[in-house]
């Protein structure tokens, strides 16, 4: 009889492994058997369209494993009204990345950032973006728009900074699904 050790064997994932042709043995393929150009572009196409829909396979994997172990993250900044009462807390992009950093790099992600200026009817907007690379070559943005509210309170240099740092930090945790909580 088995032992009940070997009875209580681990359960093996198994997931379908795609292989996809490199460009190059698909044309030198139909180039030895005499393919014309006209196929030769098609092949092209087909094989580029696959090689793109593996690298957004495994991009979309290893967002999935990234989301699976990153933490939620502490609102430690707060912001106080004239009376220093506490309006609201949110988590800065400098508390934010720093924790995300050795998560997206065990799975083979990175992260930057940058935006630019819009108007919008009346409203000058800052757009902060959120580039997310893979290193199979997929990649992703995505963005988020915000108000550039000049005060009496701020610069209009700060009031500038305040909008990209916020539309900026949105965007990265769009694009990353990260969570902030108190």
């Known amino acids: 009889f088995p032992s009940h050790d070997m009875q209580k064997q681990d359960k093996l994932s198994i997931r379908p492994v795609v292989v996809v042709p490199t460009m190059e043995e698909v044309l030198l393929n139909a180039v030895k058997s005499g393919a014309s150009i006209e196929t030769l572009e098609r092949l092209s196409t087909m094989v580029e369209r696959a090689q793109a829909k593996a690298a957004e396979r495994e991009f979309n994997e290893a967002l999935a494993r990234f989301q699976g172990v990153m933490p939620v993250i502490r609102k430690r900044k707060k912001v106080k009204d004239k009376s220093g009462a506490e309006r609201f807390s949110y988590a800065p992009i400098e508390d934010?990345?720093?924790?995300?950093?050795?998560?997206?790099?065990?799975?083979?992600?990175?992260?930057?950032?940058?935006?630019?200026?819009?108007?919008?009817?009346?409203l000058n907007m800052y757009v902060g973006v959120a580039y997310v690379k893979?290193?199979?070559?997929?990649?992703e943005t995505r963005e988020f728009a915000v108000p550039i509210v000049l005060s009496q309170f701020m610069s209009d240099?700060?009031?500038?900074?305040?909008?990209?740092?916020?539309?900026?930090?949105?965007?990265?945790?769009?694009?990353?699904?990260?969570?902030?909580?108190?």
Request: avoid cysteine; proline fraction near 3%; charged fraction near 20%.
């Open 96 to 122: 934010i990345l720093p924790i995300a950093r050795p998560h997206l790099e065990a799975n083979g992600l990175s992260v930057n950032t940058g935006g630019r200026l819009e108007r919008q009817g009346e």
């Open 134 to 139: 893979h290193v199979g070559g997929h990649e």
């Open 157 to 182: 240099a700060q009031s500038y900074a305040a909008a990209s740092s916020f539309a900026e930090r949105y965007a990265v945790r769009k694009a990353l699904g990260i969570v902030t909580g108190k």
